[in-house]
């Protein structure tokens, strides 16, 4: 039986010599270009290098570079550097401080990790050279020392704790906000010495002031607060010993509360009601409570009464407008009346980064008749980079069985200028410049709020004007410069003022100066001098304090 060869068993047939084949070539050119192992006693050729021109070169492999005819390299060239940069690790040249001893961590923390600023009290180890200007305080803290903090209920002094609950404490409605009740006690402490002259009539003396505030927060926006002054009733500034005649002792001391008020946000007080999304901003303040209304020039008083404010009103193109009510029916002091009533309504607006205030207030005499007044003002506050300008205009109507209307127009600017070099350790200044004209019939609608100790060392003529200790026709500037020194742990503030008062030019002369002489305390000194030909216009004093907050 004859066997035909297909053409497919001739295919195969062929494919099997092409894999041997080739299988065979590789052998044998592994076999030329690896030579054989070495016998015992002979040395490997493939480790045996051999040095061409400073390039070492495996014997293969030079071998093949002389077949290829590849061109020979430079040792000197750069790419001959670089091959043997990148092959032959170079040795690292030595620094004089290797063999050096590392000290032990905590000298290394000593000398340079700053905990000498730390250091327990008396221990020097470490310090700046006494000559090196460091532009600091050197802090003796012992490591156990702990931030003084107010006297704290409930809740932990700023909130570090974790939130509490407590159940039956929330506000009205089914779901209803939870209280969080925090009590902080906290307040200040001043002893003073005070030197004073105007009219040829001196006044020297010691006096103290003791102020009490106890806090108690529901909330992030509701609370009770409660002040006490038990040596300084009202606006007297404390008690004090006089040594002039009639020498004694001036006591202003009272149990009552100065302030008392409690405010909240409607919205949160009946959360249970309301949606919880929906923005309502509705503040209110009921009590005793201060009150301020341009810069204090208009209104600076505490009254007790009633104050809502509307928050985040959208008025065409502001960015946000704020609408204030209050009525006080009582403890409004006014030039007038000391217990007069008011009522007010105020505006504020943010109008392309330019701050508007506008105010109407109606203080109603009920012990002076005939002598009801009307009030209204505006302001324009802009910012020009560093400058700050404000404008304002405020006016009187009324007042026809006293001294009748009025008008007092002020321009209020300041300027910020950083001092990078710091000269004599000065950051910071703040120049300021007052111009104000204020007609005959001028005065402001409530100025109790001011301390009268402080505001007889104050040059600013405004002050004076705010308080209603000057009346009449009265125009004139102040200008001075604050400056900041050492971190504002130091303040220096030099003012010149000029006036005219009824037709008397009065020069003024002053300083303040306060230094943090430790956590919680700091020291001041308020110095005053005025020149006028006018006896009864000349004044000079000195009023120096320690505070001690707590």
Same mark, same amino acid.
């Given at each position: 039986?004859?066997?035909?060869?297909?053409?497919? *068993?001739?295919? &195969?047939?062929?494919?099997?010599?092409?894999?041997?084949?080739?299988?065979?070539?590789?052998?044998?050119?592994?076999?030329?270009?690896?030579?054989?192992?070495?016998?015992?006693?002979?040395?490997?050729?493939?480790?045996?290098?051999?040095?061409?021109?400073?390039?070492?070169?495996?014997?293969?492999?030079?071998?093949?570079?002389?077949?290829?005819?590849?061109?020979?390299?430079?040792?000197?060239?750069?790419?001959?550097?670089?091959?043997?940069?990148?092959?032959?690790?170079?040795?690292?040249?030595?620094?004089?401080?290797?063999?050096?001893?590392?000290?032990?961590?905590?000298?290394?923390?000593?000398?340079?990790?700053?905990?000498?600023?730390?250091?327990?009290?008396?221990?020097?180890?470490?310090?700046?050279?006494?000559?090196?200007?460091?532009?600091?305080?050197?802090? &003796?803290?012992?490591?156990?020392?702990?931030?003084?903090?107010?006297?704290?209920?409930?809740?932990?002094?700023?909130?570090?704790?974790?939130?509490?609950?407590?159940?039956?404490?929330?506000?009205?409605?089914?779901?209803?906000?939870?209280?969080?009740?925090?009590?902080?006690?906290?307040?200040?402490?001043?002893?003073?010495?005070?030197?004073?002259?105007?009219?040829?009539?001196?006044?020297?003396?010691?006096?103290?002031?003791?102020?009490?505030?106890?806090?108690?927060?529901?909330?992030?926006?509701?609370?009770?607060?409660?002040?006490?002054?038990?040596?300084?009733?009202?606006?007297?500034?404390?008690?004090?010993?006089?040594?002039?005649?009639?020498?004694?002792?001036?006591?202003?001391?009272? /149990?009552?509360?100065?302030? *008392?008020?409690?405010?909240?946000?409607?919205?949160?007080?009946?959360?249970?009601?309301?949606?919880?999304?929906?923005?309502?901003?509705?503040?209110?303040?009921?009590?005793?409570?201060?009150?301020?209304?341009?810069?204090?020039?208009?209104?600076?008083?505490?009254?007790?009464?009633?104050?809502?404010?509307?928050?985040?009103?959208?008025?065409?193109?502001?960015?946000?407008?704020?609408?204030?009510?209050?009525?006080?029916?009582?403890?409004?002091?006014?030039?007038?009346?000391?217990?007069?009533?008011?009522? /007010?309504?105020?505006? *504020?607006?943010?109008?392309?980064?330019?701050?508007?205030?506008?105010?109407?207030?109606?203080?109603?005499?009920?012990?002076?008749?005939?002598?009801?007044?009307?009030?209204?003002?505006?302001?324009?506050?802009?910012?020009?980079?560093?400058?700050?300008?404000?404008?304002?205009?405020?006016?009187?109507?009324?007042?026809?069985?006293?001294?009748?209307?009025?008008?007092?127009?002020?321009?209020?600017?300041?300027?910020?200028?950083?001092?990078?070099?710091?000269?004599?350790?000065?950051?910071?200044?703040?120049?300021?410049?007052?111009?104000?004209?204020?007609?005959?019939?001028?005065?402001?609608?409530?100025?109790?709020?001011?301390?009268?100790?402080?505001?007889?060392?104050?040059?600013?003529?405004?002050? /004076?004007?705010?308080?209603?200790?000057?009346?009449?026709?009265?125009?004139?500037?102040?200008?001075?410069?604050?400056?900041?020194?050492?971190?504002?742990?130091?303040?220096?503030?030099?003012?010149?003022?000029?006036?005219?008062?009824?037709?008397?030019?009065?020069?003024?002369?002053?300083?303040?100066?306060? &230094?943090?002489?430790?956590?919680?305390?700091?020291?001041?000194?308020?110095?005053?001098?005025?020149?006028?030909?006018?006896?009864?216009?000349?004044?000079?004093?000195?009023?120096?304090?320690?505070?001690?907050? *707590?």
């Amino acid at each position: 039986m004859t066997k035909h060869v297909t053409p497919t *068993f001739l295919c &195969r047939l062929a494919q099997s010599c092409c894999v041997a084949w080739m299988c065979v070539a590789s052998v044998q050119a592994e076999e030329s270009l690896f030579p054989s192992p070495p016998l015992p006693g002979q040395e490997n050729p493939l480790l045996q290098v051999q040095f061409n021109d400073g390039l070492q070169l495996l014997p293969s492999i030079q071998d093949e570079v002389k077949r290829r005819k590849l061109p020979r390299m430079n040792p000197s060239s750069e790419a001959a550097m670089e091959m043997v940069s990148t092959t032959v690790p170079r040795p690292t040249p030595k620094k004089p401080w290797d063999d050096e001893p590392l000290p032990p961590l905590e000298e290394e923390l000593w000398q340079h990790g700053g905990s000498y600023l730390y250091a327990p009290e008396g221990d020097q180890l470490g310090w700046p050279d006494s000559t090196y200007d460091t532009g600091y305080e050197l802090l &003796r803290l012992p490591e156990d020392y702990v931030e003084p903090e107010p006297f704290t209920l409930f809740t932990g002094f700023l909130g570090e704790e974790p939130i509490k609950q407590y159940p039956l404490l929330h506000w009205f409605g089914p779901s209803a906000y939870n209280w969080e009740p925090r009590f902080v006690a906290y307040g200040s402490y001043q002893a003073s010495a005070i030197a004073y002259k105007q009219n040829q009539t001196r006044s020297d003396g010691l006096g103290h002031q003791l102020i009490v505030d106890l806090d108690l927060r529901l909330t992030g926006t509701e609370r009770f607060h409660v002040q006490f002054r038990p040596l300084g009733e009202g606006s007297t500034g404390g008690s004090y010993y006089r040594f002039n005649a009639p020498a004694g002792y001036i006591d202003n001391s009272t /149990g009552a509360p100065q302030r *008392f008020w409690f405010e909240g946000e409607l919205h949160s007080i009946f959360s249970g009601y309301f949606d919880p999304f929906s923005v309502r901003d509705l503040n209110i303040a009921v009590g005793k409570f201060p009150f301020l209304l341009q810069n204090q020039l208009l209104m600076n008083d505490e009254v007790l009464g009633l104050a809502l404010s509307k928050n985040t009103l959208f008025i065409g193109n502001t960015s946000n407008v704020n609408i204030q009510g209050i009525y006080a029916p009582s403890d409004v002091d006014n030039v007038a009346d000391a217990n007069s009533r008011m009522y /007010g309504i105020s505006a *504020f607006v943010d109008y392309k980064k330019i701050f508007y205030e506008t105010s109407y207030l109606f203080i109603e005499t009920p012990d002076a008749p005939g002598r009801n007044q009307h009030f209204y003002a505006i302001a324009r506050t802009a910012l020009y980079g560093q400058l700050t300008c404000t404008g304002r205009a405020l006016f009187k109507f009324g007042d026809e069985a006293g001294t009748g209307g009025g008008e007092l127009y002020v321009l209020e600017t300041n300027y910020t200028q950083a001092f990078p070099n710091h000269p004599l350790g000065i950051e910071l200044g703040v120049g300021y410049c007052n111009l104000f004209y204020a007609t005959e019939g001028w005065n402001s609608a409530a100025g109790g709020g001011f301390n009268r100790l402080r505001a007889a060392f104050d040059v600013n003529p405004l002050v /004076g004007i705010s308080t209603g200790m000057t009346l009449g026709e009265n125009y004139g500037a102040a200008v001075g410069m604050q400056f900041f020194r050492h971190h504002e742990d130091e303040s220096i503030a030099p003012e010149f003022a000029f006036q005219s008062l009824n037709g008397d030019a009065i020069y003024g002369l002053g300083l303040r100066y306060q &230094r943090k002489t430790g956590k919680r305390t700091f020291f001041e000194v308020l110095g005053l001098v005025n020149f006028s030909e006018n006896a009864a216009l000349r004044r000079d004093g000195v009023f120096v304090s320690e505070t001690i907050l *707590f």
